[in-house]
């Protein structure tokens, strides 16, 4: 899928994510029952575990895709075993069905403790840093796919969506739903390997990525619910004030001058 389509994407979630705050800026804060505030909300805070398994996908397919031996030796054998003709174009679809699972199971009644903005805020800033992640690193490392049809082979971008939608389905829905969206996004991955648009390091890279992408979307959710105001239940006067900014014109003995606070 080209790069266009693909910030669609995101465009598309963030306009969904409007839609739910702009509503409730013009609301006073709600302390009833069935407000959802920051610090009712599932804890996920920064922890250097949550970054052993994203941050040694990236370091094992990052060495060896540039390790000569592993790329003969390894890349190619499993590209001689998987390769077919057919391209499986499917997967430029099903690598956003666990993103779209993460926002959607909730709506059908799958219980999560993470209401739906909160979820379309999750996905979202995933998948925009996930991009803003392979895309660059498609340009400097300019490796050929197994295919010849271009030199962005790594990382892999569609696996990095899977498995970025799967990571969310495991931490909005819980391990049962989680696993389903994590055997759907090494489909996805499997299918770039057999479409022969990937190599296997590519795909390794882009699991770690997605996965990293999907955390750090979560160490940003509490600042991104100050950011829209979607604190409606906090009892903090910062988060029942919502969004505030002021022009403070100064006058001294050496001239004019303006002063701008903006408070979140």
């Not at 909730?106 to 993470?114: D, H, K, L, N």
């Not at 803003?132 to 962005?152: L, N």
Request: aromatic content about 8%.
């Amino acid at each position: 899928m080209a790069p266009i389509q693909r910030y669609v994407v995101a465009v598309i979630c963030m306009i969904l994510v409007l839609a739910e705050a702009l509503p409730a800026a013009g609301k006073p804060a709600d302390a009833s029952a069935n407000s959802l505030s920051a610090d009712s909300l599932p804890s996920y805070h920064f922890n250097s575990d949550q970054l052993i398994v994203p941050a040694a996908l990236i370091a094992v397919g990052g060495f060896c895709a540039s390790n000569g031996w592993f790329r003969k030796h390894i890349d190619r054998s499993v590209d001689h075993a998987m390769g077919s003709s057919h391209q499986w174009h499917s997967a430029d679809y099903l690598e956003f069905v666990p993103l779209a699972a993460g926002i959607g199971l909730g709506c059908v009644g799958i219980p999560s403790g993470y209401r739906l903005a909160d979820r379309v805020l999750l996905a979202a800033t995933s998948f925009v840093v996930l991009e803003a992640i392979t895309q660059p690193f498609k340009r400097i490392a300019g490796r050929s796919r197994p295919d010849m049809s271009d030199c962005h082979s790594f990382p892999s971008g569609h696996t990095a969506t899977a498995f970025a939608g799967a990571e969310l389905c495991r931490i909005a829905y819980g391990t049962a739903y989680g696993a389903g969206a994590y055997a759907l996004a090494t489909s996805v991955a499997a299918m770039r390997l057999a479409g022969r648009h990937h190599w296997l390091t590519d795909c390794m890279a882009g699991a770690g990525i997605g996965i990293l992408s999907t955390r750090i979307a979560m160490w940003l959710l509490p600042w991104e619910r100050r950011l829209f105001n979607l604190d409606k239940g906090s009892t903090t006067a910062r988060h029942s004030e919502g969004r505030q900014f002021s022009i403070i014109p100064q006058v001294s003995a050496d001239g004019a001058a303006i002063a701008a606070v903006a408070v979140f």
